[in-house]
């Protein structure tokens, strides 16, 4: 089935570069259970996401030199792990542009008189 990027899943997909439909790095569910953490915010869940990548890439592929091939597990490891910090800079971002919006909430201060009472200056 092909990924939606209209949906949660599809874009976290996107942000991780986990587009191989064949043979997905995370399944459904995971990415489901890092959005549910992190109560729906796509880029704090892309970011959880590529941290696990990051720990699993350190855990199994060590730095091996063989012949002529090569392989840095934890060089990999530290460019997902920089992409996953400014994915949740990106949403800190976010979050501090919501804070400062056109409105401001206003604290319900002291209201003279019983509730629905017209209010009359003198």
């Known amino acids: 089935m092909a990924i939606d990027f209209d949906?949660?899943?599809?874009?976290?997909?996107?942000?991780?570069?986990d587009l191989?439909?064949?043979?997905?790095?995370?399944?459904?569910?995971?990415?489901?259970?890092?959005?549910s953490?992190?109560?729906?915010?796509?880029?704090?869940?892309?970011?959880?996401?590529?941290?696990?990548?990051?720990?699993?890439?350190?855990?199994?592929?060590?730095?091996?030199t063989s012949q002529d091939l090569s392989t840095d597990g934890p060089a990999v490891a530290k460019e997902?792990?920089?992409?996953?910090?400014?994915?949740?800079?990106?949403a800190d971002a976010d979050d501090a542009a919501a804070e400062t919006g056109f409105f401001d909430i206003i604290p319900f201060g002291f209201v003279p008189g019983p509730e629905g009472a017209e209010m009359r200056y003198p």
């Open 20 to 35: 191989d439909e064949a043979t997905p790095v995370l399944s459904d569910d995971i990415i489901d259970g890092y959005l």
């Open 80 to 90: 997902l792990r920089a992409k996953a910090a400014s994915l949740r800079a990106k």
């Open 37 to 64: 953490l992190n109560d729906g915010n796509i880029y704090r869940a892309a970011a959880d996401a590529l941290d696990a990548v990051a720990t699993t890439e350190t855990l199994l592929s060590k730095k091996i």
């Open 7 to 17: 949906y949660p899943l599809g874009k976290v997909r996107l942000l991780t570069a």
